[in-house]
């Protein structure tokens, strides 16, 4: 649990301080930054499958198959292909906001500070992955303060100091990535450069799979909700500022924790089932106690968030099971069954983004997370069982 807490810790200070930097910039630049946050939750996908794949995907590579270059070698690719993705993305950056509905030049400048923190926070993700194989998990608590504590702070002195917004974005970005260069200098090793993408992908197919569709999933499911007004853009995005940590918290904990000890081959189920339903009742507390807090600040339509709020804390109840199973079948029984159950329950939140109502994205969460617990249940129980240690053996 310890453990557990550790890497939540990093995963707070990584979707914590970009939601209070939307709101204070917010006020005192313009009120409608605060909606970047929820313009932007789409693209969260694309950053995130980049560091589960040059990160996590590398670091299992190392550990089961012995290859000593492959963090590093994952860090310097993961820089590469993202620096191209994200390079795309800013250049199309006035199509991507006339797609979800919005006024382009409201937005600009502060669509491209998101997309560019997304993509060095991608790179630093990848930094922290590397000490959190290493057991090192001290050590990227405190680089995860100091590196959020000083993109927090630039962005908001060069707010309060600069008028013209794209200078505020270029300087608070070089800041930013000033920073995440200093620290990786200090987790650096020599290295020779192997290209082994596709190993790093095996290990974590269901995972890729699983963000990649979600991407598309929020892409329409948002454009599609935007279009009701903007009263439901402010609701999603109070939304996202109540639940979207805690997401992150319990996605990135659970999994990164079960990784790690299943690519040491140390990985006892009901001893991470039980510490993944702690930190469970701890986010889902924090969600009632936001949502309460903030919600006199907001002109929000009730039913719509309380409806969603209610359903989100379901599928978060659901997700240590979900998470956990998912982990497990990935690389102690069949990646390629594993990933494909993914694909099976991706398919069915894009179905459901194209519904014509704002609650769109929440059915398709509620019916996929429902879809892939009964679905992993079935094939562990098929084909391991479960002994008085805590242990998974096959049949």
């Given amino acids: 649990m310890k453990r557990l807490l550790k890497i939540s810790l990093d995963t707070l200070l990584g979707s914590v301080f970009p939601i209070i930097t939307w709101l204070v910039l917010s006020i005192i630049l313009d009120k409608n930054l605060i909606n970047v946050f929820g313009l932007t939750f789409p693209l969260q996908f694309v950053g995130w499958v980049m560091g589960v794949i040059f990160g996590a995907g590398a670091n299992i590579h190392k550990e089961r198959d012995g290859n000593k270059n492959a963090v590093m070698s994952g860090l310097f690719l993961g820089s590469a292909v993202g620096l191209i993705v994200f390079g795309f993305l800013i250049f199309n950056v006035d199509l991507y906001l006339v797609f979800m509905n919005v006024e382009v030049e409201i937005y600009r400048e502060f669509t491209i500070y998101a997309m560019l923190q997304m993509y060095i926070s991608m790179i630093f993700g990848c930094i922290l992955d590397k000490l959190y194989f290493e057991g090192k998990n001290s050590k990227a608590n405190k680089y995860s303060l100091l590196y959020n504590i000083i993109s927090f702070s630039s962005v908001v002195l060069f707010a309060l100091i600069l008028d013209n917004k794209l200078h505020i974005v270029i300087l608070a970005s070089l800041v930013r990535a000033g920073c995440a260069v200093l620290i990786g200098t200090r987790v650096f090793e020599k290295f020779k450069l192997k290209i082994n993408i596709l190993k790093y992908i095996k290990y974590i197919s269901h995972t890729v799979v699983r963000l990649l569709m979600l991407f598309i999933v929020f892409l329409i499911g948002y454009k599609n909700a935007f279009a009701f007004g903007e009263?439901?853009?402010?609701?999603?995005?109070?939304?996202?500022?109540?639940?979207?940590?805690?997401?992150?918290?319990?996605?990135?904990?659970?999994?990164?924790?079960?990784?790690?000890?299943?690519?040491?081959?140390?990985?006892?189920?009901?001893?991470?089932?039980?510490?993944?339903?702690?930190?469970?009742?701890?986010?889902?507390?924090?969600?009632?106690?936001?949502?309460?807090?903030?919600?006199?600040f907001y002109d929000i339509p009730a039913a719509f968030v309380v409806v969603i709020i209610i359903l989100d804390i379901y599928a978060l109840l659901l997700y240590p099971l979900c998470g956990i199973n998912s982990c497990f079948l990935q690389l102690e029984y069949s990646a390629k069954k594993n990933t494909a159950n993914q694909f099976v329950m991706s398919l069915m939140r894009i179905v459901c983004a194209f519904f014509r109502t704002p609650y769109n994205s929440t059915i398709g969460q509620i019916i996929g997370t429902t879809y892939i617990l009964l679905s992993t249940t079935i094939m562990l129980k098929r084909n391991f069982v479960l002994d008085e240690s805590g242990e998974l053996l096959r049949r």
């Fill in 231 to 296: 009263e439901y853009i402010i609701g999603l995005t109070f939304i996202g500022l109540i639940t979207d940590v805690q997401w992150d918290i319990i996605i990135t904990a659970i999994s990164a924790a079960a990784e790690i000890d299943l690519a040491k081959r140390r990985f006892n189920y009901r001893e991470h089932l039980k510490n993944g339903y702690k930190l469970c009742a701890l986010v889902v507390t924090s969600i009632l106690i936001l949502a309460v807090c903030l919600w006199n």
